[in-house]
């Protein structure tokens, strides 16, 4: 599905750097380069930060997520878990999922256009709590892909305990948008001529190191290709 | 100033993993590790995500921020700036920045114990514009060198006009809270005990590559210490 439509995120802050120049990629109608762009965000991460209102206040929390853009909401489905134990949302409030890739340190030559490359998508509503079987294990599923892509084949299935201590809950891909910010800084011209001051880019990535084995595995129990692959 | 309260975040979701072990570190009163705890995070993060409410919903985008521990408010200041043709934060709104650090991808026997290994603060608080000029002058510099340690002392000078085009806005350290996962899986024992999956830690962090000269940089510019020593 590509039918997608801007969310409007009012300019109450601009990401990571509102004084140099970004570019607000927005998701028109049918905006096939914005989806693509919503999805590499989805695909990149690992966390995303939750936006919920406890108290009157705009509470944000890390949280694991998967994905799924041929899931039964409009524009597919984004999917978050909790525990049972907790309390939970209520699903009839709104809720906002903000993923975020830092790609790199824009060093200009002024502090006023120093900068971060990134990629950010912003989804926002009413998250349903997913109460079908078949789904929730789906979800689950690719909530441990999205950490390792190919895992949840490899694990055994989930019990009936532990899907009831889990609740599972599904937001629309739909109203969201997409911002980033790629290149060197943009400084003045005035300054870029006085040339005391390095300028550029250091790019930022997330590396993972070598995998350190559980105390309690098996010396004999190797490392499989779904994990040696991804470090 | 050691001196900070706990933040009782509510379970509305837990972090990352609600179904693993975490270890919620409650900042008590002259609870010093705890404040150990938040400055390492604070120092740790190059942006972190601010939660706003915006029409009714929890807004979340990523921004840049820096701190003072000695800064003027109650446990000191973190602070946050953007720009003012863009519509300000009410300053006695509340506000929520999460700063999150992805340590690892802690990889379990079942998908029900898959967790990250993470370090997150959390500071709530009515933000305060700040108006006196050496506070806005020292916060914007803090804000770049926590992109790049050291990095405001090589740039010239602000200008008026890049002082009249920022807002520059202060939230105290005090309502702050921390969680942190460490170590490895939180397995079952019963699936300990069959060894056909591989259990552990794939550690994660952020890297810094080879820095790229700005494009219109000129080629006697040398790369600077301040630069060199981070990558």
Chains 1, 2 share one sequence.
Request: net charge negative; glycine share 10%.
């Amino acid at each position: 599905m590509t039918d997608s439509v801007v969310l409007t995120v009012p300019a109450v802050t601009a990401p990571l750097s509102p004084t140099a120049r970004t570019t607000h990629k927005r998701a028109r109608h049918h905006g096939v380069a914005e989806r693509a762009a919503l999805v590499d965000v989805l695909q990149s991460a690992k966390l995303c930060h939750m936006g919920v209102t406890v108290g009157g206040v705009p509470m944000v929390f890390p949280t694991a997520y998967g994905f799924d853009l041929d899931g039964p909401d409009r524009g597919g489905s984004i999917y978050l878990h909790g525990s049972v134990a907790s309390r939970s949302l209520a699903p009839d409030s709104e809720i906002c999922i903000t993923i975020t890739i830092l790609d790199g340190l824009v060093l200009a030559r002024s502090g006023f256009h120093h900068s971060m490359n990134y990629r950010s998508g912003i989804v926002v509503g009413s998250p349903r709590v997913v109460t079908d079987g078949d789904e929730r294990v789906k979800a689950l599923d690719l909530i441990v892909d999205q950490v390792v892509p190919g895992r949840s084949q490899h694990l055994r299935d989930h019990t009936r305990k532990e899907m009831a201590a889990t609740v599972v809950l599904a937001l629309p891909l739909y109203e969201a948008s997409v911002k980033a910010r790629a290149g060197g800084p943009g400084d003045d011209a005035a300054d870029i001529g006085v040339e005391t001051v390095w300028a550029g880019v250091v790019p930022a990535s997330t590396h993972f190191g070598e995998p350190i084995p559980s105390e309690d595995l098996d010396s004999s129990v190797e490392l499989p290709e779904h994990i040696s692959t991804m470090v």
